[in-house]
């Protein structure tokens, strides 16, 4: 299953968008646990080893979490499939991957960590700017089923909606404040996690097809969007 990407890597609005991005002053910042926390449910989410949040520079792509995979926190832009994920308005599926998946990127990395499976929602500022990615990736080939694609889409929207009140109370010297909301986050994400891991010991997976399944899923998600409604005005 192949995405069909532009002829080029660097899209005709880049700078507009690097201006967006940087606005965030979130590129090549340490760890920090609520973003950390996205990642370790995605992954559950979508039974796979590795999940990340990327944001995609002018000559690097940086991962603000991974969860699984190598211990890097950065990737040459030409190197890493979110940069061509950020290309296209569609969600970015690729369910066997070759070299011929994406010709817009050396297929080195993806070959070394045995990537056949990623998934990929862009980051969508609300100027509509395409920060970078919230990505899940596999090593066995599979096709991602619509409900899947719904969870994987709100989850970038929650990503994004945090990176935005990151900002705002950084950029307004309320660090104590973003710590605040950040424990708040995460305990909401703590609980999605443990119900993760439920489901998980339950059913050995979690299918996003159970109708039972994807209600629970989706009253854990409305918990986190509720806290970034009432924090983001």
């Keep these: 299953m192949l995405t069909s990407f532009p002829d080029s890597l660097i899209p005709a609005h880049d700078a507009a968008r690097l201006r967006t991005l940087h606005q965030f ?43 699984g995979g190598p211990d890097i926190n950065k990737l040459v832009r030409n190197e890493s499939m979110c940069s061509a994920a950020i290309l296209t308005d569609e969600l ?21 960590i045995g990537l056949n499976f990623y998934v990929g929602a862009a980051l969508i500022a609300s100027d509509g700017a395409r920060l970078g990615m919230l990505a899940v990736i596999g090593k066995e080939y599979r096709v991602p089923s619509s409900a ?11 990503v994004t909606q945090t990176i935005e009140l990151r900002y705002r109370y950084l950029a307004a010297d309320q660090a104590a404040e973003w710590e605040d909301a950040q424990h708040e986050l995460v305990y909401a994400l703590d609980e999605n996690a443990t119900l993760a891991r439920y489901l998980i010991t339950r059913s050995q997976r979690i299918d ?24 983001l005005g």
């Design 92 to 112: 970015v599926v690729v369910s066997d991957y070759k070299p011929e998946s994406c010709s817009l990127i050396k297929p080195d990395v993806a070959q070394a």
């Design 208 to 231: 996003l097809t159970d109708p039972e399944v994807a209600q629970l899923i989706a009253r854990r998600l409305d918990s986190v969007t509720k806290v970034l409604r009432r924090r």
């Design 25 to 67: 002053a979130i590129v090549n910042t340490t760890p920090e646990l609520v973003f950390d926390n996205y990642t370790a449910w995605a992954a559950q989410l979508f039974n796979t080893p590795i999940a990340l949040i990327s944001l995609v520079d002018e000559d690097y792509v940086w991962f603000k979490s991974r969860t």
């Design 148 to 158: 899947e694609i719904e969870v994987l889409t709100r989850l970038a929207e929650l």
